[in-house]
């Protein structure tokens, strides 16, 4: 019997991660709590414990599947020979894709009120990247790989990767807050306020007006069709 019981581990605890992942979206991080969650899968609170030490080590899974996935969602976008448009079209899906999973979101950049404290999953500096959680420096990788693209075509002078995909996400990340609390209403005008940020910092990097709006048209082509 052991051996059936071992099987049936990796399976409760994504099922756990499931439930914990809807219940944060539903309800918030308040109604993340062990009876709750083992409720809704039909176990015994004990497999919170079993799978992830405790509600702290439930919370870190979940940043770190967070993290997981929005690196996938940014990599599903399909690379063109117009470096700079793939790099707006994944600023897009990032954003999307974080407009889709608020609660998730706020959780993985250390600004839910879940009472648990957590750093941000993803550090981008210059220096000692120790911190750096292994899915959020993936996560940061996919950015970083990008723009070396749009450098490496010579779109913009040669710049610190780390440093200019750090004013990226900067922008982008405060764009989502901002929508995430309602800022810009349920209308198209804080898309507008991103795409026209992401074309003025590419400008500011080196790039002609005229080139990063051509892929910024480009990159809203991909996104619609």
Request: hydrophobic share 45%; charged share 15%.
């Amino acid at each position: 019997m052991a051996p059936a019981r071992s099987a049936t581990r990796p399976d409760q605890r994504e099922q756990l991660l499931a439930a914990a992942h809807r219940l944060l979206e539903n309800s918030g991080p308040q109604a993340l709590q062990a009876r709750g969650l083992t409720a809704a899968v039909g176990v015994s609170t004990q497999a919170v414990y079993t799978h992830f030490g405790g509600m702290p080590g439930l919370y870190a899974a979940l940043v770190a599947d967070g993290f997981n996935r929005l690196a996938e969602g940014v990599n599903a976008v399909a690379e063109t020979d117009d470096p700079v448009a793939d790099f707006f079209a994944q600023g897009w899906a990032y954003a999307e894709w974080a407009l889709t999973h608020p609660q998730l979101y706020r959780l993985m950049f250390g600004l839910s009120s879940s009472g648990v404290a957590l750093h941000a999953g993803l550090e981008m500096t210059t220096g000692d990247t120790r911190g750096t959680s292994a899915e959020g420096q993936a996560a940061a990788l996919v950015m970083m790989r990008s723009l070396d693209r749009v450098v490496e075509a010579g779109r913009v002078t040669p710049v610190e990767t780390v440093v200019a995909a750090g004013q990226f996400l900067s922008a982008t990340h405060g764009f989502v807050l901002l929508q995430i609390a309602g800022a810009f209403g349920e209308s198209a005008d804080g898309f507008q306020v991103m795409a026209s940020l992401g074309v003025n910092l590419m400008v500011g990097l080196g790039d002609s007006r005229e080139n990063a709006e051509k892929s910024l048209r480009a990159a809203l082509s991909t996104r619609s069709g």
